[in-house]
């Protein structure tokens, strides 16, 4: 969506300003997670059942697919990076949490060509450790082997007979709005746009013609059009494949959309020193400029960093977050206490993350999808 008076911007490519999510779902024409949707996610991860996902296309589709004991799936992808963060898990997070519920396949396309396109200094012997890695930390969410299936575009090849497929039915001039290709970028960002697509249909190449579901940011939603139109071809005659659409989820200074690296991000590789040093020293707050202040007035949870991740992935418990919220905006609860709360919940994940990532190394060959 354009600005409008400096009011914000939403495109694949850019995030600014003070989104309006109301008037971004009018803009892409999606439909807002209806109360009938939420009741059947209410035992999912927060990140689904408290709004954090507000949007979507046809994922009533996908439910009633599964009541009717067809076939669905799961599809997100990634990037490889040289180290992943909080915020690159959601969609992860929230597949697992649809395959627990669920019990439906996930696939996940590793898409280190991409990569390797994008990044004029990415080697391609470092785009293949980095997707290791990063599939390593993947695997270390809990992911069922046998029914979640992880394959890495140079090495799983199989993907680009489909790849080319779907080019076929793609325009130069769609690739070209779609993905905001310019003259000046090498012709494998112009061919990607093929791939992102087959990534997206893959599970019905890979078992048939079923409804798949793909857990996204709002501003990737271009790129979910685009594939439906592709899927009704005839060449293909697959079904149009459904979407869930996230809010952007804040770095620790409060801005729009977390960065992919810096200081505002919290790595899955953060000692408990380096998480406790960036909470305190970045997360945005919603406290007062003084104590007495605070005590008096209270504090601001909507606008709190601290509170929104507590609320996005790291509170569990309905009845304990009403309380932290409640405690903090009237005071009783201090900036400097609920920032404690945060840290030490941060740091207990990780911990455990770290161990599973140990474990999951052994399992890695279970996952991965190899030609």
């Not at 992943?84 to 959601?90: A, D, E, N, P, R």
Request: hydrophobic content about 35%.
């Amino acid at each position: 969506m354009k600005k409008d008076k400096g009011e914000f911007k939403v495109t694949p490519w850019e995030v600014s300003g003070n989104v309006d999510y109301d008037k971004l779902v009018k803009q892409f024409g999606t439909s807002l997670i209806s109360d009938k949707i939420k009741k059947r996610l209410a035992k999912c991860h927060p990140l689904l059942r408290r709004g954090i996902y507000f949007s979507h296309r046809e994922f009533d589709r996908w439910l009633d697919a599964y009541d009717k004991g067809k076939n669905v799936s799961v599809i997100t992808g990634r990037g490889p990076s040289e180290r992943m963060h909080i915020g690159h898990l959601v969609p992860f997070l929230v597949a697992k949490s649809l395959q627990d519920e669920f019990d439906c396949e996930v696939f996940i396309p590793i898409s280190d060509d991409e990569k390797f396109y994008t990044k004029e200094g990415m080697t391609y012997e470092k785009v293949i450790a980095y997707a290791v890695d990063n599939i390593i930390d993947l695997i270390a969410l809990g992911f069922k082997p046998g029914k979640t299936f992880i394959f890495e575009d140079f090495v799983y090849t199989e993907i680009y007979k489909y790849a080319a497929r779907v080019a076929k039915r793609i325009t130069y001039s769609t690739a070209k709005a779609a993905f905001g290709l310019t003259p000046e970028q090498n012709i494998g960002w112009s061919f990607y746009p093929a791939m992102q697509a087959a990534h997206i249909l893959f599970p019905q190449f890979y078992r048939g013609k079923h409804v798949s579901v793909v857990p996204v940011a709002i501003d990737q939603d271009p790129f979910i059009r685009l594939t439906r139109d592709i899927a009704e071809h005839k060449d293909f005659d697959f079904e149009k494949p459904t979407a869930l659409h996230a809010k952007f989820i804040p770095s620790l200074y409060g801005e729009a959309k977390m960065s992919s690296s810096g200081e505002g991000v919290i790595n899955l590789t953060d000692t408990p020193q380096e998480v406790e040093r960036k909470i305190r020293k970045y997360a945005f707050s919603g406290g007062r400029d003084t104590i007495e202040e605070h005590r008096k007035k209270g504090g601001n949870p909507d606008i709190d960093v601290s509170f929104q991740y507590l609320n996005m992935f790291f509170e569990p418990d309905d009845a304990k977050l009403k309380k932290i919220h409640d405690d903090y905006k009237s005071g009783k609860m201090l900036t400097s206490e609920l920032k404690q709360i945060l840290i030490d919940k941060i740091n207990a994940f990780l911990k455990e993350h770290q161990k599973q990532r140990e474990i999951a190394k052994k399992h890695f060959d279970k996952f991965l999808l190899k030609y």
